[in-house]
C-alpha cells in the first residue's frame, strides 16, 4: 500500500513539474513573447546564474530557478529556419503553360501543369479575351494563342478599352528575372494608341510596349529583367513569394480620329531567373 502511495506521489510531483503555471513569472514572459523567446533561447543554454535577467525577472523574484522554470513554457520548440528558395522559372514557354497549349474548348478537360492563366474582363465592357489555334511560325509561336479583343472607343475615352490576362505566380525574393513574350496585333489600329504591359499586384508596373512597335507578325517583347522584393504577404511551403501576374493590353481612342476594334495576340510567355 505503501509503495503505491509513493507511485501516486511521484506520479503527481511530475505533473506538476510539467504543468505551465500562470503565476506571474510566466505572464511577464509571455506578455513579451518575441524578447522573451530571444533571451530564453540563450538562458537555457547558459550558466543560469550569469546571465543578466531582464527588468521583468522582478515578477519572477529574481530567481534563476523561476525564471528557468518560466522560460521552459515559453519557448517549447526550436524555431525552424526558413526554406532555402530556388530560383526556378516562373513561367517557361518551353513548357505549355507559357504556350497556352492546355486550354481546350469548354468542356474538355485537360490539366495544366502550371496555374491557369485567366482574362479578367470586369475591369472593362468593351474587351472579351478567349484561347484560339493559329498556324505554327517561328520558335513554335502561334499555336494557341491569347487573343484580347478590343471594341473600338469614342475619341479621347479614358480608361478606353482595355483587358488583363491573368496567372498566380510565385518567385523567390531579390531574384532578378527576365520578362518576355511573343505579340501581334491584327487589323488596322485606325487611330488608336494602344499597350501592352507586365504588371503585378505587389510589383505594380514591370514594362511596357507601346503602339508603334507592333506588327501583324510575332515578334518578341523583351527580355526586361526586373527583381522583385518584398517583405510582406503570403510565403509558401518552398520560400517563394505567391503573387499575380497580369499582361494588360489597353487602346484608347484620340480626340476628332475615328476609332475602330482591335485584335491583339500574345504567346510564348516567360519569366525566367537570370543567372548571376
Do not use: H
Amino acid at each position: 500500500m505503501e509503495l503505491t502511495n509513493l507511485l501516486l506521489l511521484s506520479s503527481l510531483l511530475s505533473l506538476a513539474i510539467a504543468t505551465c503555471n500562470r503565476d506571474n513569472c510566466l505572464r511577464a514572459l509571455a506578455g513579451t513573447p518575441t524578447k522573451a523567446s530571444s533571451f530564453c533561447a540563450t538562458y537555457t543554454k547558459t550558466q543560469q546564474t550569469a546571465t543578466p535577467i531582464p527588468t521583468y525577472g522582478s515578477f519572477c523574484s529574481n530567481l534563476p530557478s523561476r525564471v528557468s522554470s518560466a522560460c521552459s513554457c515559453v519557448v517549447t520548440s526550436t524555431p525552424t529556419s526558413a526554406p532555402t528558395c530556388v530560383p526556378s522559372p516562373v513561367i517557361d514557354a518551353s513548357t505549355r503553360n507559357g504556350n497556352f497549349e492546355d486550354y481546350p474548348p469548354p468542356g474538355q478537360g485537360v490539366f495544366n501543369i502550371q496555374p491557369p492563366w485567366y482574362f479578367n474582363s470586369r475591369d472593362s465592357q468593351n474587351a472579351f479575351g478567349e484561347f484560339r489555334t493559329e498556324p505554327a511560325g517561328a520558335d513554335g509561336v502561334g499555336k494557341t494563342v491569347a487573343a484580347f479583343q478590343l471594341s473600338g472607343q469614342q475619341p479621347n475615352v479614358l480608361p478606353g478599352a482595355f483587358l488583363r490576362l491573368s496567372q498566380p505566380i510565385t518567385y523567390c525574393n531579390g531574384t532578378t528575372y527576365a520578362f518576355s513574350l511573343y505579340a501581334r496585333q491584327l487589323g488596322s489600329l485606325g487611330s488608336q494608341t494602344c499597350r501592352l504591359s507586365f504588371f503585378s499586384d505587389f510589383e505594380g508596373g514591370i514594362a511596357s510596349f507601346e503602339t508603334p512597335a507592333f506588327t501583324d507578325q510575332f515578334q518578341k517583347f523583351g527580355p526586361v529583367t526586373r527583381k522583385p522584393f518584398r517583405d510582406n504577404g503570403v510565403l509558401n511551403a518552398k520560400g517563394e513569394w505567391e503573387d499575380r501576374l497580369d499582361i494588360l493590353v489597353q487602346c484608347t481612342g484620340i480626340t476628332g480620329k475615328p476609332v475602330v476594334d482591335t485584335l491583339f495576340e500574345v504567346d510564348a510567355v516567360r519569366v525566367v531567373p537570370v543567372a548571376g
